[in-house]
């Protein structure tokens, strides 16, 4: 039976288009993924089916919930639409929930607003909703904070509080991109039970693809607010009718760049370091509990290589990427580069400095606002010891600018000018003006759509071979790790617990986390991949 | 997306914006002129001209008690005010700024501890009556108003400093510095203060328009500008058992004082809106 029917829809905000006659269908009970790229239009469909819309914004079109057209309904109508009927995940759970209030209070709140009931009967409630999502309200009370909870927990919240009216649809836009893999399967795995128990609709917005092949019974692809294609998710991805379609399945396997030649001399050599960080000392907390963040990791990186790094959100590998640049005291343990001893004691030189330098996760906060990029290209020119003259120097910046394949004119605007892909080729120009030996990669292509991955990784090859560099890649992603590492490091709780060659490590993993790690994350079946290839 | 980092049509100012500036760029001009000229000379008593009602041919916004011309007072009255509520945040800015960027790039040790903490203790006083004690221990002159009304800008600056800086200094541009070897210092004047530059270009303006007040209030009670100088809070307290008979007296630096202080906030509103980045995007 079909729940909610969108014809035609076309949306306008400000004259400008950002919806084309979306035609869509979906059942009671499924789970429907809308993929595309960031900006293709996927959260404006959401945003019209609930008419959350910005202001200016011209809707066209039927939506149909249950026979009832939401496009003509009137605003007052739509507040007890929203919540009891169709009610809504996001993506980002730190800013999605209010810190100032109980999580019982935000779950109940829909309750208290839809429903006739004391807060006593409420609360009751509440208690029910946390127990399915999995928060025991024992261990997880409803009187908690949602700074006292972590991550996945106030997804959970979020979903609880999605679910606390049982409604007939649920819009998950991107609900499990800001989390790591481990939890993310958990929560992938909650929504489908949720949705199997309870007979919910799932709108599922997202533009990972392993997402979609774990959960989506139908699928819809997007493209600049245009429906590409439409069907049952395994049809459409091994029929790939499409050249649309086509393109997000290779884009999404990310692509197998050949190792480079690795000499058998070691560039950076990292000597069982520890660290624990020192709370500041609060004389209303009392006593300190200090817990190490790193526990004598010992590794090397040879001259050539690409080194992964794995590991869950807060198990070290950021502060284990500051000690590698110098930036953080180790409380023991050596770390030697090319021979040098970056030492601890003392600040390392710059000299030393100057051959390590690092690409960060997010292109938006990597760059000053109001520097333009030639001065953020040449920033790391300050480490050098002989100052470079004006001609060299603008030299050096082309000669940069070109090998990440931007364009000369680029240098005199600024960050915002550019896109997230672009953003990260400049932070790479801006890394390797001065020709380090090694960079540190601190999950660089996270933050990137599928589709521009591909272009950074084969940016990456290239750029370490013309200037003979070694990476040391973070990452979450199992894919990407597997696409460009030669050897991996897994890292859990400031402790290494695995470390070896990449494709050996994958196929046998020997501990339990490894193996745990590499079971969350969702892949694309094989055999669609082999569509893929015997076609092309 | 402009290209530009400023409007350039100017007909997208906000219009508080110029209201503002015209009033205040009036009155600082009023002040500018009272250095090399006024209308009469206000070091001399004319007794017969005394009292003289506003209107007057000669007086035209009438005479005091000793015959000094009002007008001629209130525009020395805009120097003065001006002068020691500029100095004062001056004063402010060269020591509070520093001293909030320093706190913000050790947050997480003793200094910025001890900085935070000093703060309190100078909030922690109500700030007119510090300022009293203040010129009253080093006696009462221009220079140590200004250094009494300084001392309170200083934490205020400091502490809004530390306030905007702190965002500042987590995100992934000034880790990048760091790597590139950049000093602490250099990271807060070419990466922090750009940044927070339009808060505190804000809170400047608030800042001079508190110190015209606190200016106005010392010499009310007798310590800020000492006569023959005159002062709108000195014209004030002079005026007061002449009321009922002259108003005019009050009237004068009372709405000097408001007109002025009133243009500035309306000038610091404007300047907020026209550097707030989220309003300029509405706008283009």
């Known amino acids: 039976m079909t729940l909610l029917t969108i014809e035609n829809l076309s949306l306008e905000i400000q004259k ?43 809707l066209t079109g039927k939506i149909f919930l249950d026979n009832e057209n939401l496009v003509k309904t009137s605003e007052t109508n739509m507040g007890s639409i929203r919540g009891k009927k169709i009610s809504m995940i996001f993506q980002e759970p730190m800013t999605a929930l209010n810190p100032l209030q109980t999580i019982g209070k935000q779950i109940s709140e829909s ?154 001399n070691v560039l950076l050599n990292v000597i069982s370091i520890s660290k624990t960080y020192k709370r500041k000392f609060s004389a209303l907390e009392g006593k300190n509990f200090n817990t190490p963040t790193l526990r004598n990791i010992s590794f090397s990186i040879r001259k050539g290589e690409c080194l992964g790094l794995v590991g869950e959100s807060g198990c070290g590998k950021s502060t284990l990427a500051r000690s590698i640049l110098g930036l953080e005291s180790l409380d023991s343990g050596e770390i030697n580069l090319d021979g040098a001893i970056l030492s601890f004691v003392d600040k390392p030189t710059r000299d030393i400095r100057s051959k390590i330098q690092i690409v960060f996760q997010d292109p938006f906060s990597s760059f000053n606002p109001r520097h333009q990029i030639h001065r953020i290209i040449s920033e790391p020119f300050n480490l050098l010891k002989k100052k470079h003259n004006k001609e060299l120097k603008s030299k050096l910046l082309k000669e940069i600018i070109s090998a990440v394949e931007l364009e000369e004119n680029d240098l005199k605007k600024y960050p915002h000018q550019f896109s997230g892909g672009q953003r990260q080729r400049i932070a790479l120009a801006r890394a390797i003006i001065i020709r380090p030996k090694l960079i ?45 590492t030669n050897r991996v490091l897994i890292m859990r709780d400031g402790t290494l617990i695995e470390i070896g060659k990449t494709r050996k490590i994958l196929k046998n993993p020997s501990h339990p986390y490894t193996k745990s790690l590499i079971n969350a994350t969702p892949s694309i079946p094989k055999s669609w991949i082999k569509r893929l290839g015997g076609k092309s | 997306m402009n290209n530009s980092k400023f409007i350039t049509n100017f007909t ?111 909030f922690a ?57 950049k000093n602490s210092f250099q990271i807060c004047s070419e990466h922090v203060l750009p940044n927070i530059a339009s808060i505190l270009i804000v809170q400047t303006t608030i800042q001079i328009s508190l110190g015209i007040l606190a200016e106005s209030g010392l010499s009310y009670v007798g310590l800020g500008t000492q006569p023959p100088m005159a002062s709108w809070g000195r014209m004030l307290a002079d005026s007061q058992t002449m009321i009922s008979f002259a108003p005019h007296l009050a009237l004068a630096p009372g709405i000097a004082i408001i007109v002025t202080v009133l243009s500035i906030n309306i000038l610091g509103d404007g300047l907020r809106d026209y550097l707030d980045p989220k309003l300029k995007k509405n706008l283009s």
Request: hydrophobic share 50%; charged share 20%.
């Open chain 1, 16 to 58: 400008k288009e950002i919806l084309k006659s979306v035609n869509l269908k979906i059942k009671r009970g499924e789970i429907f993924g809308l993929l595309g790229e960031s900006g293709c239009g996927k959260s404006m469909t959401a945003a019209a089916i609930t008419k959350l819309l910005p202001m200016h914004s011209n």
């Open chain 1, 111 to 264: 309750l208290l607003l839809h429903h006739n009931i004391t807060k006593r009967d409420a609360m009751e409630i509440v208690i029910n909703g946390l127990n399915e999502v999995g928060l025991d309200p024992l261990i997880i009370s409803p009187n908690r904070y949602p700074y006292q909870l972590s991550g996945g927990q106030r997804q959970r919240v979020m979903i609880a509080m999605a679910c606390i009216l049982k409604p007939k649809l649920i819009i998950a836009d991107e609900p499990t991109t800001a989390l790591d893999v481990k939890t993310q399967a958990e929560i992938l795995c909650l929504l489908k039970d949720l949705v199997e128990k309870e007979n919910i609709s799932l709108l599922l917005i997202t533009h990972d693809l392993g997402v979609i092949a774990k959960l989506a019974h139908k699928v819809a692809i997007m493209k600049n607010g245009k429906l590409i294609d439409t069907g049952e998710t395994k049809t459409v991805f091994t029929r790939l009718s499409h050249g649309y379609t086509r393109k997000i399945l290779s884009d999404s396997i990310p692509k197998i760049v050949a190792p480079p030649k690795i000499s058998q």
């Open chain 1, 440 to 484: 540190i990669l601190d999950e660089a292509l996270s933050a990137l759509d599928v589709s521009l991955r591909n272009n950074i990784l084969v940016l990456l090859q290239k750029l370490s071979l013309k200037f003979n560099l070694s990476y040391l890649f973070i990452s979450h992603d199992i894919h990407l790790i597997k696409a460009i």
């Open chain 2, 12 to 122: 997208q100012l906000p219009p508080n914006l110029y209201i503002g500036l015209i009033i205040a760029g009036f009155v600082f001009a009023v002040g500018l002129i009272s250095i090399i000229w006024t209308p009469h000379d206000i070091t001399v008593l004319n007794i017969q001209e005394k009292l003289k009602p506003p209107g007057n041919k000669l007086y035209f916004f009438g005479t005091d008690h000793f015959g000094r011309d009002i007008l001629s007072m209130l525009m020395i009255g805009a120097k003065t005010s001006l002068l020691v509520a500029s100095c004062a945040t001056f004063l402010g800015i060269i020591l509070g700024v520093p001293l909030g960027l320093l706190a913000a790039s050790r947050s997480e040790d003793l200094v910025d501890d001890i900085i935070m903490r000093g703060n309190d203790l100078i």
């Open chain 2, 125 to 181: 006083f109500p700030a007119i009556i510090i300022a009293i004690l203040i010129t009253a221990i080093l006696g009462p002159s221009i220079e140590n108003t200004i250094i009494a009304i300084g001392i309170f800008n200083i934490p205020v600056f400091a502490r809004i400093t530390r306030g905007a800086a702190l965002p500042i200094f987590t995100l992934d541009f000034i880790m990048a510095a760091r790597a590139c070897g």
